[in-house]
């Protein structure tokens, strides 16, 4: 007896819940690793970390927050790990998008056109996506997988996307490396990355422009 998955579970709605779900069990897994491993990592080559670069590239699509790589990165390499968390991050995106244009994203597109709603939340993005895409960016607790996939799904313009996350994720990047440079212990580190006050109100400031930003970016295109 074989099995059918639903028509209306697409390739995007199953990678939506696998990014979901799979972030929360890798974080774990990498806390335990990085905690366990400390003197391990701490001896790393460049090579080696080269390759542990290209390694997250693929694996921060969906399975390893860049928020916790740029705190291991920053505790191990310190302001060195400004570039590799950079590639790191735009890898990401750039595989989020070929792992969606290689499902079936015209059948998601023919979906939205039979749902108004839908389409028109689409159509916002689509009208002011550089400024949807950066105000996403800058909130430390939209998801990074989750946000990408949307964008890709979308249909926004990669430049955009690229250019948006960029300018968007530079400043929470820069905070999650930070702290993780300051850190005397990893696992202290891990387990309250935001235990500097300063820190803390810079997460909330952050979040609190960007709900704003895509607040006033959404009242803009209802007029």
């Not at 079936?104 to 389409?119: S, T």
Request: aromatic share 10%.
């Amino acid at each position: 007896m074989k099995l059918s998955i639903p028509k209306s579970v697409t390739g995007p709605a199953l990678l939506g819940l696998v990014l979901s779900v799979t972030p929360i069990v890798f974080t774990s897994l990498l806390t335990y690793f990085a905690v366990v491993h400390e003197a391990t990592i701490a001896s790393f080559t460049t090579w080696q970390w080269a390759l542990i670069t290209l390694a997250c590239s693929i694996t921060s699509a969906g399975l390893t927050p860049p928020t916790m790589l740029a705190l291991i990165f920053g505790y191990f390499l310190g302001w060195g790990a400004v570039l590799p968390i950079f590639i790191i991050n735009f890898g990401g995106i750039l595989f989020i998008n070929l792992l969606v244009h290689w499902l079936d994203h015209d059948r998601f597109i023919a979906f939205l056109n039979r749902n108004p709603k839908a389409q028109s939340v689409l159509d916002r993005i689509l009208n002011n996506e550089l400024e949807v895409i950066f105000f996403a960016k800058l909130s430390p607790i939209l998801p990074f997988g989750l946000t990408n996939l949307m964008f890709a799904l979308s249909g926004a313009k990669l430049r955009n996307i690229l250019l948006g996350g960029f300018l968007g994720m530079t400043p929470r990047t820069l905070i999650a490396i930070w702290s993780g440079h300051e850190a005397r212990e990893i696992k202290a580190l891990l387990e309250n990355p935001n235990q500097s006050s300063w820190t803390q109100i810079i997460i909330v400031v952050l979040i609190l422009v960007s709900i704003a930003g895509l607040w006033q970016v959404i009242q803009r295109s209802l007029k």
